[in-house]
């Protein structure tokens, strides 16, 4: 009650009421949205044009029309033939889009012409002004200009169409040709000429083509001949040096093999037994992995069935954390013994390569040695030679001449055997005239070949033989029992003699 008293009892209060239930009503009865597509034309108290937008339109005293903005298609024909710049009578088929105007001043005059009217209205007014100029058109062009541009002939309706659509608010959006045709078969022809032409042009084409082709062909098919041959030559050439370089990347092979299988035939079963013991270890190590593994799962078992005695929801948790603990814990477990594994691939291959280090130390130690032992020889028997000639020319300086003298006398009947060897091959003699004298000379050329030689000894070393013969030597003396002395008459000849007997006798 007191509300209303102070409502009533306030004159100024009750007209702001007033007013504000007012503003509600008109919001709500007048508020206006506007479609992209349409325009809501206001009048009344104001003149307001809406595209798109919210407005208010106050109930009673202002009035709304609707204007469609969306794209018309009209069919635009000349129904009778229409004759060209070049007097042929032809009929034309068109498809043009057209719209009003989106500007305020084409809003302005499509607002005037076509408000509240329909699309089939708005399509024949402007149907009727296409033709109009389409028929302008088709009288001011060439038949063949417009068959072979109908772009230009498209836009020169759209231009001359343009002013008298925009008088209504309109505007041509897009203007298609789809067919000229004529009674008389002209365009007909037209393409037959065309088709002559364009032939003939093809043809001409193809012939040079075909001549360029054969060109070009002949051109590359030298060149693919020369460039075969040189690749031939290039090929021969690389495989004959690949040989050689295979022969002598084959020969320093064989050379390395043969020096590296040496070596490694000695440390091939240490190897091998440091790999089997490796690889033996590491089954155990995951086997001893597996057992644990096992024994853990043996154990998450049965904790997981004395939940279930006791409380079934725990047990169900209890066991899921179980299993995630265990399938965790495996994992774990496998990732360490193929760690583990690893480990001892990664060590029998550290082996294999320490084994490796030491046959090639081995194999190096080797031919040090060999080379040291084959040095030490060289050296050892050097010494010898040089100590067997210190001994021999020390050996020679106590010879004395007596000595000399035995050792070319112990040797005079090798020598007298091999000058008297050419006659023990005569089998006879046969003597003309009855003369012995050939006998003699036969028989005597021995003795005189042996004094040549004790001259020639006695002119290149010095030593006479005659005269250590005659001075008397220990053999000549007592084993041989020949005195040889100047008194006596016995010449070098004589013991030349006696050489040469005891040789033939020998």
Do not use: W
């Not at 329909?118 to 302008?136: F, S």
């Not at 064989?254 to 690889?279: G, M, P, V």
């Amino acid at each position: 009650m007191g509300f209303l008293e102070a409502i009533f009892g306030n004159p100024g209060g009750l007209m702001g009421i007033i007013l504000v239930v007012l503003a509600i009503v008109v919001i709500s009865t007048g508020y206006l949205k506007a479609p992209p597509d349409t325009a809501y034309i206001i009048s009344g108290l104001r003149r307001k044009t809406v595209i798109g937008k919210a407005s208010i339109k106050i109930p009673f005293l202002e009035r709304l029309d609707k204007l469609s903005l969306r794209l018309i298609a009209i069919d635009v024909r000349s129904n009778n033939a229409v004759p060209t710049a070049d007097y042929i009578n032809i009929q034309v088929d068109a498809v043009v889009n057209i719209k009003i105007g989106s500007e305020p001043e084409m809003l302005e005059r499509a607002a005037q012409n076509f408000l509240n009217q329909d699309t089939t209205y708005i399509a024949n007014i402007a149907r009727e002004v296409l033709e109009g100029n389409m028929r302008e058109i088709v009288g001011r062009m060439r038949l063949e200009e417009m068959v072979s541009d109908r772009q230009k002939f498209a836009e020169l309706v759209k231009e001359n169409s343009a002013p008298d659509l925009a008088a209504m608010g309109l505007d041509v959006v897009s203007f298609n040709v789809q067919n000229f045709s004529d009674t008389n078969g002209v365009i007909d022809d037209l393409g037959i000429d065309n088709i002559a032409q364009i032939k003939k042009k093809a043809a001409i084409a193809k012939a040079e083509a075909d001549k360029e082709i054969a060109v070009a062909k002949a051109a590359a098919d030298k060149q693919a001949n020369d460039a075969r041959v040189n690749a031939e030559r290039e090929i021969a050439k690389k495989n004959n040096e690949l040989s050689l370089q295979k022969s002598e990347l084959k020969r320093i092979e064989d050379t390395k093999r043969a020096e590296a299988d040496a070596a490694y035939s000695i440390q091939e079963q240490e190897q091998r037994k440091s790999i089997e013991i490796a690889t033996a270890d590491a089954s155990i190590a995951k086997q001893e992995k597996e057992v644990v593994i096992k024994q853990r799962e043996a154990e998450v078992r049965e904790m997981a069935l004395d939940a279930e005695i006791r409380k079934q929801a725990e047990a169900e948790r209890f066991a899921r954390e179980q299993q995630a603990e265990a399938e965790r814990f495996e994992r774990q477990k496998q990732a360490e013994a193929e760690k583990f594994e690893t480990q001892m691939k990664a060590e029998a291959m550290k082996a294999t390569a320490e084994a490796e280090k030491f046959a090639k130390e081995q194999e190096a130690e080797g031919i040090r040695m060999v080379g040291a032992a084959e040095a030490e020889a060289i050296r050892a028997k050097g010494l010898a030679e040089a100590e067997a000639m210190e001994k021999r020319a020390i050996a020679y300086q106590k010879y004395n001449s007596a000595a000399m003298a035995e050792m070319l006398i112990g040797v005079l009947p090798e020598i007298a055997g091999k000058i008297a060897e050419p006659l023990s091959q005569i089998d006879k003699i046969t003597i003309i005239g009855g003369d012995a004298s050939g006998v003699e000379s036969v028989s005597s050329n021995v003795p005189a070949v042996m004094a040549k030689l004790f001259e020639s000894m006695k002119e290149t070393v010095g030593i006479d033989l005659a005269e250590i013969v005659k001075a008397g030597t220990y053999d000549a003396k007592v084993n041989r029992n020949i005195a040889i002395s100047s008194h006596d008459g016995v010449t070098n000849a004589d013991a030349v003699d006696i050489a040469v007997s005891e040789a033939l006798d020998n």
